[in-house]
């Protein structure tokens, strides 16, 4: 006897949802093209909605705040940073060498964002944010250990502790410096950034 073919209708197949990181970097793009045509203390989120022709319910679901779409920017740049690693014979490069790169590229994927990047902060050191002070600081210890690990730094102990103080307060410097940086193509930070490890000598363990 021949088998009985069911009746009921084939379930239909789900569409796949759009890739969340795929939106969240939509959102920050549009963010950032507005923030170029107007500056980005005055861009609000129902802005970024309106240009990308979504909800402000989507955009809540994405980041919890405007601040959080700012942040993914520095996340960017932390990205490109850590895929220093993947490139063949950055991990053969001397200690020095790889720090500097890890910190110039970070830069560098920020710099034609750098207005923005600078108001993003400076909203964040404003009297009446303290909670955002207190997140940057946190940010500020991450990036700083995410750049040990671009760079393979292995210092342990008290080593390690005065090397983070020193990386940290050597990206502060740098930041500053690069946000007046006049040069094209960040050359004066770079060369800053330069002398500034050159200077480190004998103090920190990898030098």
């Not at 793009?29 to 802005?47: F, K, M, Q």
């Not at 909605?49 to 405007?66: C, N, Q, T, V, Y």
């Not at 690693?85 to 830069?107: K, S, V």
Request: proline residues 6%; hydrophobic residues 45%; positive net charge.
């Amino acid at each position: 006897m021949p088998a009985r073919r069911s009746s009921a209708a084939p379930r239909p197949t789900k569409a796949r949802a759009p890739d969340a990181e795929h939106q969240r970097d939509a959102v920050l793009d549009a963010a950032l093209a507005l923030a170029g045509e107007r500056g980005w203390s005055v861009i609000h989120l129902h802005d970024v909605a309106d240009r990308l022709g979504i909800s402000l319910a989507e955009i809540r679901h994405l980041f919890p705040d405007k601040d959080a779409v700012g942040n993914r920017l520095f996340a960017r740049a932390t990205d490109a940073m850590l895929a220093l690693r993947d490139q063949a014979g950055f991990r053969t490069l001397p200690t020095q060498e790889r720090i500097y790169r890890a910190i110039t590229t970070w830069l560098d994927t920020l710099a034609p964002h750098r207005a923005p990047a600078r108001n993003i902060l400076l909203y964040k050191f404003a009297p009446a944010h303290v909670p955002h002070q207190a997140a940057l600081v946190v940010a500020l210890s991450r990036t700083v250990q995410w750049i040990r690990e671009a760079a393979e730094l292995t210092t342990t102990d008290r080593g390690r502790r005065r090397e983070e103080m020193w990386l940290t307060l050597l990206l502060i410097t740098t930041v500053l410096f690069w946000f007046a940086d006049p040069s094209p193509h960040q050359e004066r930070t770079h060369a800053f950034l330069r002398r500034r490890l050159e200077a480190a000598g004998s103090c920190l363990a990898w030098a």
